[in-house]
T-cell receptor
């Protein structure tokens, strides 16, 4: 079945440092979404990418969808303590309907 | 809209008991997803419905798990009999349309089977 892996599994950074998480799918995706889950909370939608090679920015966050539509990345510039949480990618495979499969997640901790 | 509503928020039950988790999706949404989250396995998709019809239940662990969606505003996930390894946070999520739409998650039900 479809697998969506993320690396790293955990990341500790000092406030102000950059952070990147990578998402890789075993199958081609029709689109990729990113979610953030705060400790004790539920996943909250951040953004969706649809086109091959697409890049989107939200303030300090930059999202990229690979040319082959099988990988994606999230980069945070100058992390802040409010960025703490687990970041998930989630993808729909081409021809897979509305089935949304989540990646394994990257847990980010930011220290002062 | 109040968002996706799940109940109960917490459930502690003894092994062998039946457990029923409930979900009310956002009004107007026609896709509903049940996920299970554990430290070991992350966020697993158990089953999803489109227009109240189960489309993919390949993630349902075994026959002890069953899910229903009798109408557009209500879904249940039942575990019978429950086992300690079922302990997890169960999330319900809903979305509008079939593709290219975000999923809205409920607060989750934390299930502990002792």
């Amino acid at each position: 079945g479809q697998q969506v892996m993320q690396i790293p599994q955990y990341q500790h950074v000092q406030e102000g440092e950059d952070f990147t998480t990578y998402c890789n799918s075993s199958t081609t995706l029709s689109n990729i979404q990113w979610y953030k889950q705060r400790p004790g909370g539920h996943p909250v939608f951040l953004i969706q990418l649809v086109k091959s090679g697409e890049v989107k920015k939200q303030k300090r966050l930059t999202f990229q969808f690979g040319e082959a539509k099988k990988n994606s990345s999230l980069h945070i510039t100058a992390t802040q303590t409010t960025d703490v949480g687990t970041y998930f990618c989630a993808g729909r495979i081409t021809g897979g309907g509305n089935k949304l499969t989540f990646g394994t997640g990257t847990q980010l901790k930011v220290e002062l | 809209d109040a968002g996706v509503i799940q109940s109960p928020r917490h459930e502690v039950t003894e092994m062998g008991q039946e457990v029923t988790l409930r979900c009310k999706p956002i009004s107007g949404h026609n896709s509903l997803f049940w996920y299970r989250q554990t430290m070991m396995r992350g966020l697993e998709l158990l089953i999803y419905f489109n227009n109240n019809v189960p489309i993919d239940d390949s993630g349902m662990p075994e026959d002890r798990f069953s899910a229903k969606m009798p109408n557009a505003s209500f879904s249940t996930l039942k575990i019978q009999p429950s086992e300690p390894r079922d302990s997890a946070v169960y999330f319900c999520a809903s979305s509008f349309g079939r593709l290219n739409t975000e999923a809205f998650f409920g607060q989750g039900t934390r299930l502990t089977v002792v």
